[in-house]
């Protein structure tokens, strides 16, 4: 199965009809963050699959009219401390938004509100692992786990609740954006016990 994951940068190859055929295979879209609305929007039209997002620290809205702005994509599913389940596919998903507070903006946060928020997630893992004999399968962010990917100063450092979470429930993957990408050499994947901590930067193409 593959599932196609974005983050942070808008790129003209995605934003184009050629999509629908070159990820023609992909069952799932997990938004990292960051992007613009008609943007999740228009790959979600033309793959005509679910959307499960959360927001970076960087929220653009769509102003409708003087009255009235959307802040979020039309066919999507914010995963923001919620844990689902894909029916199209069974897969266990969970998430949260935001970076760690710098400034004053929206979908920031401290390291206790993160520990607070990754710690409201637990009743429903166990749920998952009574119903579904595992507790997740895909943990969603868009800040990446403390000293994995991150970087030292305060807005791109990671979250150490993140660090307890994939350690304890062992998702396959945890999925975060946040932390661009200029070098070649700069790594991806991360292996974390048995998760992959993989920043979807751009995008990334995962096959669970």
């Not at 959360?54 to 914010?78: C, F, K, L, M």
């Not at 409201?120 to 800040?143: C, E, G, Q, S």
């Not at 990408?181 to 048995?194: A, L, N, S």
Request: aromatic share 12%; net charge neutral; charged share 20%.
């Amino acid at each position: 199965m593959k599932i196609l994951a974005i983050s942070d940068h808008e790129l003209p190859n995605l934003y184009n009809p050629v999509i629908a055929e070159r990820f023609k295979d992909v069952r799932l879209i997990l938004g990292c963050g960051d992007m613009a609305i008609y943007y999740l929007e228009y790959i979600v039209s033309m793959l005509n699959q679910p959307l499960y997002y959360v927001n970076g620290n960087h929220a653009p809205a769509v102003e409708i009219s003087e009255e009235y702005t959307r802040t979020y994509p039309q066919g999507g599913y914010d995963l923001h401390r919620r844990a689902l389940r894909d029916p199209s596919t069974g897969l266990l998903l969970a998430g949260i938004e935001g970076s760690l507070r710098y400034n004053e903006g929206k979908h920031q946060f401290s390291q206790d509100e993160m520990w607070w928020m990754v710690r409201a997630l637990v009743p429903r893992l166990w749920l998952n692992y009574i119903f579904y004999k595992r507790f997740l399968d895909i943990l969603v962010t868009h800040a990446p786990p403390w000293k994995i990917h991150d970087q030292e100063d305060l807005p791109h450092r990671g979250i150490r609740a993140f660090n307890w979470l994939i350690r304890t429930f062992q998702p396959a993957y945890h999925v975060h954006g946040h932390i661009h990408i200029y070098r070649q050499d700069t790594p991806r994947v991360t292996r974390v016990g048995r998760t992959k901590v993989v920043n979807a930067c751009g995008y990334q193409v995962i096959e669970i």
